[in-house]
């Protein structure tokens, strides 16, 4: 893991407005810290610069691992993930209730990847609505 430097940590926080940038979780009332992931990890190339960094909660960071992009599992084409730095969340993803939904190729490909509707995250975002922190407004 790399030691990203606390002033680029905090931005990243603050910008993130203290939420995962893949799942929307609130860090808020999480027993673990959230990680700074590299969109582009640092494998493919990416660097450790704002542009690159994104909060993620541990589940999605450990789920999305050094990845930037998933094989769809119908068609065999590689597809890319969701990238907080370049792409908007709500041109991507919609909630249902507590059930995140894709609206692209894209989103779709992130969610079964970082198992973004699996049964405890799901449980999760159902106590997020009685402490008023879900859904994202």
């Known amino acids: 893991m790399t030691n990203v430097p606390l002033f680029l940590r905090k931005l990243v926080i603050r910008r993130a407005k203290d939420r995962c940038e893949y799942c929307q979780l609130s860090q808020r009332g999480q027993e673990a810290t959230f990680h700074i992931d590299h969109v ?43 990238n907080p730095r370049n792409d908007f969340w709500n041109k991507h993803f919609e909630w249902l209730g507590v059930i995140l939904m894709g609206k692209t190729k894209i989103a779709s490909a992130t969610i079964n990847l970082l198992d973004l509707n699996r049964p405890l995250i799901l449980a999760i975002r159902e106590e997020e609505i009685l402490l008023k922190r879900h859904p994202v407004k």
């Open 40 to 82: 582009v990890p640092l494998t493919s190339g990416g660097k450790t610069i704002a542009e690159n960094l994104a909060l993620a909660c541990v589940s999605c960071s450990l789920k999305k691992g050094s990845r930037e992009f998933v094989i769809d599992k119908s068609t065999g084409s590689k597809v890319r993930l969701y």
